[in-house]
């Protein structure tokens, strides 16, 4: 399978947020191919096999101060959210839970919300994995 990379959708507010953190342009993505999911966001990484994602959906209309800067972590279900706008994102749920916000893997999470510029053609790359 070929490798695609998907790039995060900015808005001027949010980009402000990450400034900080090192989430830019430059240093987010999100890959999907040769079996995986690999996601950059500033300092933080996300990857696992791609047969660990057992749903995929899409959502939107996300509060600014839950989601903009750094990742999130949803205190309800331990989900995190690399978000770079509050319009729309694709949210990736997953088997085994996955380290991202911390790096030790401490905590991990059973999904992630994705905010990329092609929100379906990133869902659909998972779906076909």
């Known amino acids: 399978m ?3 990379r998907f790039d995060f959708a900015f808005t001027t507010p949010y980009r402000i947020a990450g400034l900080p ?3 830019l342009p430059a ?3 999100v ?3 040769d079996g995986r999911l690999r996601a950059r966001f500033g300092w933080w990484t996300l990857d ?3 047969d660990n994602v ?3 959906s899409t959502s939107g209309d996300y509060a600014f101060v839950k989601t903009a800067g750094p990742p999130h972590l949803s205190l309800t279900d331990r989900g995190v959210t690399f978000a770079t706008n509050g319009d729309r994102g694709v949210c990736a749920s997953f088997a085994t839970p996955v380290r991202a916000i911390d790096p ?3 905590i991990t999470h059973p ?3 994705f905010t990329v510029a092609d929100v379906d053609g990133f869902a659909t790359a998972l779906r076909e994995g």
């Open 2 to 4: 070929t490798t695609r």
């Open 31 to 33: 890959e999907v191919g």
């Open 54 to 56: 057992t749903d995929v």
């Open 21 to 23: 953190f090192g989430v």
């Open 27 to 29: 240093t987010t993505w």
């Open 104 to 106: 030790t893997g401490r």
């Open 111 to 113: 999904g992630a919300t």
């Open 48 to 50: 696992t096999r791609l």
